[in-house]
């Protein structure tokens, strides 16, 4: 008998859970097609007039072109630095392979609000704390870089080895080694990591707000300081768009490799 009870508990607790999570989000989406002038739940009726509206706010084009940049500039450069580190923690074995591996994933382990007031303290001493984007893209390629490292680390990791041997045995450079044999069967985990570092990038806030400037504001932090002065549902529309962006990335990730790309190495 205790066993079925602690299953049933074990299930009612999940359940729970996942209606703490996700009841936030369909609030926010429900909301957002609400016919009144206000924020009202439930809504008095359903419309799609919050949805124009965002269309033409200037500040949701300006921040939304600010955001891709950033996350589609960071993630490149996050890939390239990102399979090479995996490439080299995987296959090579080398004085300092534990502190590169800590120094790649310790993003991952610090608070985002400590790391971006870090950032932000280091870039004043050095008198670029008004360079926006520059700065953004730096800060967003070192929290990303962790999230390409684990899948494509996890998707080497479970390669055969056995192959690049066949091909150097064949004649191969090292160079078309990793193009032909490397890349490929590591792609899946490469690809995940791509989708993962682009959503956490274009959906970060604690860091990015350290780092924006007057006219480079990212889209997450301009929908954080219009929600401070909006009493509108027009926030409600930009957070659904988001969330169904990023449902799509997710959905995108398991299609490709999985989560479990990320969740293993």
Not at 214 to 226: Q, R, S
Request: proline content about 5%; glycine content about 6%; overall charge neutral.
């Amino acid at each position: 008998m205790l066993w079925p009870l602690g299953h049933l508990l074990l299930v009612v607790v999940g359940a729970c859970w996942q209606i703490f999570m996700l009841a936030p989000l369909v609030i926010v989406v429900i909301v957002s097609f609400t016919s009144a002038s206000y924020l009202l739940f439930p809504p008095p009726g359903y419309s799609l007039r919050w949805y124009a509206a965002v269309m033409e706010l200037s500040w949701f084009w300006r921040s939304l072109g600010v955001s891709l940049i950033v996350a589609m500039v960071s993630t490149a450069i996050a890939v390239v630095l990102g399979t090479l580190a995996a490439r080299a923690l995987t296959r090579g074995r080398f004085i300092g392979h534990s502190v590169l591996e800590y120094v790649v994933l310790s993003p991952l382990l610090l608070p985002g609000v400590v790391l971006g007031f870090a950032l932000f303290n280091v870039l004043v001493l050095m008198g670029l704390e008004n360079a926006g984007l520059p700065n953004l893209i730096v800060a967003h390629t070192l929290i990303t870089l962790p999230f390409v490292v684990r899948s494509v680390w996890s998707a080497m990791a479970g390669s055969d080895a056995t192959l690049e041997e066949a091909a150097y045995s064949l004649g191969a450079t090292p160079f078309q080694t990793f193009r032909h044999v490397v890349l490929p069967s590591a792609m899946p985990g490469i690809l995940a990591g791509t989708i993962l570092a682009f959503t956490y990038s274009f959906n970060d806030v604690t860091i990015s707000i350290f780092l924006t400037s007057g006219e480079v504001t990212t889209l997450p932090v301009e929908l954080m300081a219009d929600l401070e002065y909006s009493a509108n549902a027009a926030p409600a529309a930009i957070s659904s768009l988001m969330i169904a962006l990023m449902l799509f990335m997710f959905l995108l990730v398991i299609r490709i490799g999985g989560l479990k790309a990320f969740l293993d190495r």
